[in-house]
């Protein structure tokens, strides 16, 4: 019988794997493409593909490696666009292809890599390259959202929420719908792997806002452009404009407050703690959302993959 420990090293062989794959469609006359593809992200979306495959006792093959390159594709071209859009200049402790070799270039190579993505899922079959493609389309619906509530203090939660479940939920409910697809999962399997990776996507995104508060340019990677600053109001920021502190922050945002100003306003209120329960509410529920999986070891590897978030 397998164990947990055969299960990591499977995945661990897999993402050896996926990164040699990564840096095959790096092979292209598009500068800074293969300094971009050879910085290593966290690979969590393939992480959740390759848990499913992997605990629902299937090898992880070819066509597993296909379909968690094309989600990690399409997430590493949204991070292209996004320093564009955020004028980022330094991602994964590397810098930007934007920065670099240009925004002209950056866009042609965020381009490219979409292509890959619908290029290799479809590969696959009809059906994956279909997940990919819709996927690619709910993320732009995501970010057009996000761009449109700009500096808007009357954003809410549901708009925030919107959002996130199309800029970054949903590619990690790409990578639970390939991985189950796959492995030949039954409908209410199907269904709950969905409701699971949308609520852990959610989550994702909620704990990265958070930590976008305290980032600073030589502690995360990145450069250190702060959400609100740029008018994504995430939320911990959203959390304090519907309460009583909505008059101070709305004064703190339109006078360009420093930084130290914004975060002990947040911390004062309490705000970083009710996002963290907001987190937990998401993270709830999507292990209840699992929860009548009957294959014990994926039920027992999901929810592991959530609370280690």
Do not use: W
């Not at 305290?214 to 519907?242: C, M, R, W």
């Amino acid at each position: 019988m397998k164990t947990v420990s055969d299960d990591f090293d499977a995945i661990a062989a897999a993402l050896s794997s996926l990164n040699a794959q990564l840096q095959r469609v790096a092979t292209t006359s598009i500068p800074g493409l293969e300094r971009i593809l050879a910085s290593a992200g966290k690979r969590q979306r393939p992480k959740l593909l390759f848990t499913i495959v992997q605990c629902a006792g299937k090898p992880i093959d070819s066509n597993v490696i296909n379909a968690a390159c094309a989600v990690e594709l399409v997430h590493i071209a949204s991070l292209i666009h996004d320093d564009i859009l955020d004028k980022g200049t330094v991602r994964r402790g590397v810098q930007t292809i934007s920065a670099v070799e240009g925004t002209d270039t950056a866009l042609l190579a965020g381009d490219y890599l979409l292509a890959q993505a619908c290029i290799i899922a479809a590969r696959i079959d009809a059906a994956c390259g279909q997940i990919v493609a819709d996927t690619i389309i709910q993320m732009c619906k995501g970010q057009a959202q996000e761009i449109t509530s700009r500096y808007d203090v009357k954003r809410t939660l549901e708009d925030l929420i919107t959002s996130v479940e199309g800029k970054t939920a949903s590619l990690f409910v790409a990578s639970a719908l390939l991985g189950g697809k796959l492995v030949q999962v039954s409908q209410p399997d199907e269904e709950a792997l969905q409701i699971f990776a949308k609520n852990y996507g959610i989550a994702y995104q909620f704990q990265d806002d958070i930590q976008d508060f305290y980032q600073t340019k030589s502690g995360i990677g990145k450069t250190a452009n702060y959400d609100y600053v740029e008018g994504n109001y995430t939320l911990p920021i959203l959390l304090a404009l519907s309460g009583p502190d909505r008059p101070r922050l709305k004064r703190l945002l339109e006078q360009a407050s420093t930084h130290q100003q914004v975060v002990a306003l947040l911390d004062k209120g309490d705000y970083f703690s009710q996002a963290e329960s907001q987190i937990q509410r998401y993270k709830n529920q999507a292990t209840v959302a699992i929860e009548k999986i009957a294959n014990e070891r994926l039920l027992s590897a999901l929810s592991a993959f959530a609370t280690a978030l």
